[in-house]
């Protein structure tokens, strides 16, 4: 069964502190997503790669960076965690070209105290 | 700037009902448009919808897009408490390139009571 693997579920992290957000895939997709869900604001796309070592900024990259170094992982910097960071973090993966939907993670519930 | 807007917000229905979800949306080149279920863990796929008028149906649910209107209405019928769950919408665009970006509604809560 494919998959996307968050390596966390639930995470407690303080104010400042560097956070690393891992996303693995075992599908071989070229295109992997970042994004967080607030209620009343849906999925904000927040960083996306469409291969190894390949970035591009989503809607709402501002105190985040990210990392490919590999095809399967995808991983996700908070670089000093701040409580407006507290989140919902939904990885997600595409094959491409021709892939249309989303194979999602279960998530990483960050809260940042 | 691509924008998708999902209406109601909220909904509380009882088991039995049917309910209808809507979801418009501006998007440059539009390509597909697509619906998810979102329990406690991963939206999960429910539809996807490029073409206008043709109904996709999945059991009790069914789906169909409108270009004209730029907008998409999803049903349930006959709901059950397992239907309790955020119902995401997303669209995608033609873009110059294969990235697939999704943009996607705020979601529409529905709570289905026994």
């Known amino acids: 069964d494919v998959k996307v693997t968050q390596s966390s579920r639930y995470l407690v992290k303080r104010t400042g502190e560097k956070v690393f957000l891992e996303c693995v895939q075992d599908?071989?997709?070229?295109?992997m997503f970042w994004y967080r869900q607030d209620p009343g604001l849906g999925l904000r796309l927040i960083y996306f790669?469409?291969?190894?070592?390949?970035?591009e900024k989503g809607d709402i990259p501002e105190g985040y960076s990210v990392s490919r170094e590999k095809k399967e992982r995808f991983s996700l910097i908070l670089e000093s965690a701040s409580t407006n960071q507290t989140s919902m973090y939904l990885c997600?993966?595409?094959?491409?070209?021709?892939?249309?939907?989303?194979?999602f993670g279960s998530g990483t519930r960050l809260t940042v105290v | 700037e691509d924008k998708v807007v999902q209406s109601p917000l909220s909904l509380v229905v009882h088991e039995g009902d049917t309910v209808t979800l809507n979801c418009s949306y501006e998007?440059?080149?539009?390509?597909?448009l697509l619906w998810y279920k979102q329990e406690k863990k991963a939206p999960t796929f429910l539809f996807m919808l490029?073409?206008?008028?043709i109904e996709k149906k999945s059991g009790r649910l069914s789906s169909i897009l409108d270009k004209k209107e730029l907008s998409s209405i999803l049903n349930i019928t006959a709901t059950q408490t397992g239907d309790s769950a955020i119902y995401l919408c997303?669209?995608?665009?033609?873009?110059?390139?294969?990235?697939?970006?999704?943009?996607f509604g705020q979601g529409t809560i529905l709570t289905v009571h026994p």
């Open positions: 998007v440059t080149n539009f390509r597909s």
């Open positions: 599908m071989d997709h070229e295109n």
């Open positions: 997303a669209v995608t665009n033609a873009g110059g390139t294969s990235y697939g970006k999704l943009t």
């Open positions: 490029t073409s206008s008028g």
């Open positions: 790669s469409y291969d190894v070592k390949m970035k």
């Open positions: 997600a993966s595409m094959r491409a070209p021709g892939g249309y939907g989303y194979t």
